[in-house]
Every structure is written in structure tokens, then in C-alpha cells.
């Protein structure tokens, strides 16, 4: 054992942490429920460290077991590749794979063309992935565009799927999963409805993201739980002409088969592959940019005001008094949030006094903006954005 070990283990860290010192921790590239990821250079170059605090699983540390075990044993090139895991006395340490192209939706915006073609290409990529998931037992439960990253920034760079947060490994093929999972707007109504679920999820999944692919906006407009389930389990999806009317019949096929309400009646994994449509002879060459980008532009100011607050939110909740003495890997957090406060203008002091205090910050979930003035923030950007929209003739 190297000397710095032996204080390593004096210091009460576990074996693992020494290889901690292998990696230099960069810029944080986001911030989730329990944790932050940050990039890192390390032995095998750039890679990304997913660092989960300890407290915030306490008594769940079995989630983050289930998760090193299921991506160690995963191996598909359009999955996110495992590198290593350790752990310190508070914090794991997942270390994977960095996808440095970008998220689906902003990688496709910033294109000169993104055909009906090249959408069934990419579905077909995401798909073989579940497919391969599936055959080993494993339900992803979030597949949503924020999940499917570019592996590169080059043009032929291929897409993988990321976060295995909540990701479950069914015991047998029988398994039906009992808890609430996944993103809203994506979820099937069976998670919903807490109705017990399995492998279907994904496929309802896969169905909102390849219907909001295609014309840049999803195909459920409802704003609380119950009005989407409702919504979902009315079996009605509608192609509007104006948006739809130049997207192939058998695109629209495709959905159907998965955006269907009855787990049991929904096309699997190996059914969906052998579509035409993702063969990409029936696809057309229609250029989807444009509609995807006027889509967007639309939606960014309600979706940077979400974003702005949640990811402080979690910022705030990630922040520990019981960090590691050799480093604050939760530190720089701020500075990557949407609409960051000047360097200037930063209340650090006061976020630290308030620790100081003995403030304990609660788990903070994705989407969920309890707090009165984040609502109040989000819901007059929305109030802009219908009104902007309702001007321009898109509602």
C-alpha cells in the first residue's frame, strides 16, 4: 500500500478512494436528484463522473449498487460505456464514458438539415439499444431526448443512451415494477396510474420522443398528473395537418404502435425494429429543421426559466458540509446553471451560513418546483410564451 494510501485508510477512506487521485475533475456538466456530474480527465482521457452524496441515499444505498452492477455488465455501442466506480467516506464516484456531441434536440437544431429519413435513423439507433436492454431483462424508465447524447461532435457521430439512475433489472419476465418512475411527458399511464409496469415504459417512451422528433413539439399538451393521464389513456393521438401533412403515413404507423394506452397491446422492442419505416425506405426526404427550430425557439423561455430554477434548486440541496477534506467537488456547481448570478453579485456567503446554521436540505426531485416563487417564475414565462404564441398564429 502507497504511503498515501496508508493515510487514506488512517483517514477512515474506503480501499477504493485512492483511485480517486487518478482523476483531475473539470467543468460539471449537470446536476440531478442525488448528485452532480462533472467531467474529468483521467487514465483512459476525458470521461464523466457521476458524484452521488451518500446522505441524500441513506437507506437507499442499494439503488446505487443496482446501478454500478447493471452498467458494468452492459455493453452495446449505443449505450453509455462504463469506466470504473470508487467511493469516498461520503460520496460514490460513477465514472463513465463522456458523450461530448450534445443532447439530441440541440445537436439536430444546430444542423443545416435534419430529414424525416434521418429521424427514422436515429429512432432506429435509440431503439436497438432498448432492444438490447430488453433481451437482458433491463426496463431504462426515463428515455427522453435529454438522455440520448452524441457520442462526438462530428457529423456521423453516433448517439448513445445515458442515466441509469432508475433503471431496474426485472427478476424474472413475469416482474411487474410498483414504483413511480421516469419523466413527465414521457412516462406511460401505467406508471401513472401506479398500475405496475415493465418493459412497455419504454416503448411508450420511445413513441412521445419519435412524435416530438418529427414536428418539434409533444403530442400531450396537459399540465398536472391527472389531466396526462387522462390525456394518455383517451388513446387519441392527433397529427396535426399543418405540421404532419408532408411526414410519411407510415411514420405516423410507427407511433401508433407504441403510443398505445394497453401495455399488452403496445409493439415491443424486437416488433418495432422491423418496421419499414426504420428500414428508411418509406421515409421521406422532408426537411424537419425548420419546424423543429421554430418549435424550439418558442418553448425556450419557459424551458430556461424551469431549468434555471430546478437546477439551483439542486444545487442548493447537493451542497454538504461533510465533503471530502482533499476537495469540494460540489463547489463549481453554480456556475454551470442557466442564467448563473455574476461573479459579483453571488450570495455564497450566505448559502454557506446558512449550513453553518445547520439548514438540512431535503431531496430535491426533478420537475418538481414546489417552491412558491419558482412556480410563480415559471408560470408567468408560460403565460408569455402562450401569448407570444397565441400572436403568432401557432395555437
Not at 448513445?160 to 413475469?174: P, Y
Not at 444545487?315 to 456556475?335: F, H, N, P, Q, R
Amino acid at each position: 500500500m502507497s504511503f498515501a494510501g496508508m493515510l487514506n485508510r488512517l483517514g477512515g477512506q474506503p480501499e477504493s478512494y485512492d483511485k480517486k487521485a487518478k482523476y483531475k475533475f473539470g467543468r460539471t456538466l449537470g446536476a440531478g436528484t442525488y448528485g452532480v456530474v462533472r467531467e474529468a480527465d483521467g487514465p483512459t482521457g476525458k470521461v464523466a463522473v457521476k458524484i452521488i452524496l451518500k446522505k441524500n441515499v441513506k437507506g437507499n444505498e442499494k439503488m446505487v449498487y443496482d446501478e454500478l452492477q447493471m452498467l458494468q455488465r452492459l455493453k452495446h455501442k449505443h449505450i453509455v460505456r462504463f469506466v470504473d466506480w470508487f467511493e469516498s467516506r461520503d460520496k460514490f464516484y460513477i465514472v463513465t464514458q463522456l458523450a461530448t456531441g450534445g443532447e439530441l434536440f440541440d445537436r439536430i437544431c444546430e444542423q443545416g438539415k435534419f430529414t424525416e429519413k434521418d429521424a427514422s435513423q436515429t429512432i432506429k439507433q435509440v431503439l436497438s439499444a432498448v432492444d438490447y436492454l430488453h433481451k437482458n431483462e433491463v426496463v431504462h424508465r426515463d428515455l427522453k431526448p435529454e438522455n440520448l447524447l452524441y457520442v462526438t461532435a462530428e457529423p456521423d457521430s453516433e448517439i448513445v443512451l445515458a442515466d441509469f439512475g432508475i433503471a431496474k433489472t426485472l427478476d424474472n419476465k413475469e416482474e411487474s415494477l410498483q414504483t413511480m418512475a421516469g419523466s413527465f411527458g414521457y412516462a406511460a399511464p401505467e406508471v401513472m396510474d401506479r398500475k405496475g409496469h415493465g418493459k412497455p415504459v419504454d416503448m411508450w417512451s420511445m413513441g412521445v420522443i419519435t412524435y416530438t422528433l418529427l414536428c418539434g413539439y409533444s403530442p400531450f399538451r396537459s399540465e398536472n398528473l391527472r389531466d396526462l393521464l387522462d390525456e394518455c389513456c383517451s388513446g387519441s393521438v392527433v397529427f396535426h395537418e399543418r405540421y404532419w401533412k408532408d411526414v410519411s403515413d407510415d411514420a405516423k404507423d410507427f407511433i401508433m404502435r407504441l403510443i398505445v394506452p394497453e401495455p399488452e397491446k403496445r409493439w415491443t422492442s424486437e416488433q418495432a425494429l422491423g418496421h419499414s419505416w426504420l428500414v428508411g425506405h418509406t421515409a421521406t426526404d422532408h426537411d424537419l429543421l425548420p419546424e423543429l427550430r421554430r418549435q424550439r425557439e418558442a418553448r425556450a423561455k419557459l424551458k430556461h426559466a424551469i431549468m434555471a430554477v430546478a437546477l439551483k434548486k439542486r444545487i442548493a440541496a447537493l451542497k454538504t458540509v461533510e465533503s471530502d477534506e482533499e476537495s469540494d467537488e460540489m463547489g463549481d456547481v453554480e456556475d454551470s446553471a442557466p442564467g448563473a448570478i455574476p461573479e459579483g453579485e453571488k450570495k455564497t456567503n450566505l448559502l454557506r451560513d446558512k449550513v453553518k446554521d445547520g439548514a438540512v436540505f431535503r431531496e430535491v426531485v426533478l420537475g418538481a418546483l414546489k417552491d412558491k416563487k419558482a412556480k410563480e417564475e415559471a408560470e408567468q414565462a408560460e403565460r408569455e410564451l402562450v401569448e407570444e404564441a397565441k400572436r403568432k398564429g401557432q395555437f
